[in-house]
């Protein structure tokens, strides 16, 4: 029995999804970080290294980390704890 348009188009959706190649809500946040203590902008990665670095070198003696940039981590913070 032959389906119809609209179950084939339902079919060939699920089918992309399947695949991969439909589009997902995998999509990378594009999120920034902004320090509170020069209000300088970094764009936030898994790693963070350089908003750790900035930290580091501008304010490493004046504040802690969690003051420059709330709420964020860095490859480096857990690093240097251990
Ligand atoms: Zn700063």
């Known amino acids: 029995m032959p389906q119809s348009k609209k179950d084939l188009r339902k079919l060939h959706q699920k089918q ?39 930290w580091e070198q501008r304010h490493g003696t004046t504040h802690t980390f969690d003051q420059c940039f709330p709420g964020e981590t860095s490859e480096r913070l857990g690093a240097a704890a251990q």
């Open 16 to 54: 992309k999804v399947a695949a991969g190649v439909a589009p997902t809500e995998r999509k990378a946040p594009n999120t920034q970080a902004v320090c509170t203590a020069c209000r300088a902008q970094f764009r936030t990665t898994k790693r963070n290294i350089e908003i750790y670095e900035h």
